[in-house]
């Protein structure tokens, strides 16, 4: 059962490796991903038969468009990055973003000691973000500059995702009826990225990427069925320790070489993060 509860973390923090091993394009990760994703959804929909309203499907499409704008940008900056250094700041950024709009447009917040929790929480997240990224040597400039344009794409990619997650919030949409809507928009904008680089389209590389797709739809579909046995907040808690499998894995998996003190530093802006998910998870 333990394992169960990590079954999003693992989706989520396998999903990026596999993507970046199928050495593809970002456009041939993202339809490959957006394509295993509507398989599944739609398997799931047909055993579950959910009830489905204009309004939840509608939202639900749209939700997944912008989860595939977030999901685009993200595969786009693994160019420029290790998955190693690239997702503790694309969890932690979105992580932030789902925390403000919770705070200050859904008014979650209502007492001094969330906000102190919730504030002490974004500030470990913050420093986590720091120390992940930190280089024992001055990099070179053009390796800022390409530092600069990985970290631009990474806030855009955060900026999608967290109106892929709070776009259903704020509408009161949820439910298993949102699940294969949601992965028809996640493909139909999929589509549209592919029509318009049309020229990098790889239909091998795209076979390659439905076992990344197949891997988020893991985790998506287990966090949904965690829900009703551990609550929204424990079951959102355990699915963030992804970041530590992407972080670690992308090591291992890429055999990318850290100095002792980045290493150290690495290891504890992972704790940082998980310290500050922890905080701002027991304010749920």
Known sequence: ?????????????????????????????????????????????????????NISVMIAFISGCFWAIGQYFQFYSFQFLPVSEAMPISNGTQLIGTTFVAAFFFQEWTNVSMWLIGSGGILLIVLGIWLTSWKEKQTLENQKRTNRKAVAFLLLSSAALTVYVV?????????????????????????????????EIDWQQIRKNISTGIAWSMANISLFLMIPILGVAKSFTFSQFAVLISMYGGL??????KKRKEFLLLSLGGACIIGGILLIGSIK
């Not at 999003?8 to 993202?30: D, E």
């Open 1 to 53: 059962m333990i394992f169960f509860y990590f079954l999003p973390a693992i989706g989520w923090g396998v999903m990026p490796l596999i993507a970046k091993l199928t050495r593809a394009k970002p456009i041939n990760q993202l339809v490959g991903t957006t394509t295993a994703a509507v398989s599944v959804s739609l398997l799931f929909t047909f055993f579950i038969k959910p009830e489905f309203t």
């Open 167 to 199: 776009l259903p919030q704020a509408f009161q949409v949820s439910g298993s009826g949102i699940l294969f809507p949601q992965a028809i928009g996640m493909w139909s904008a999929s589509a549209v990225f592919a029509f318009s680089k049309q020229r």
């Open 252 to 257: 291992l998996v890429f055999k990318q070489k």
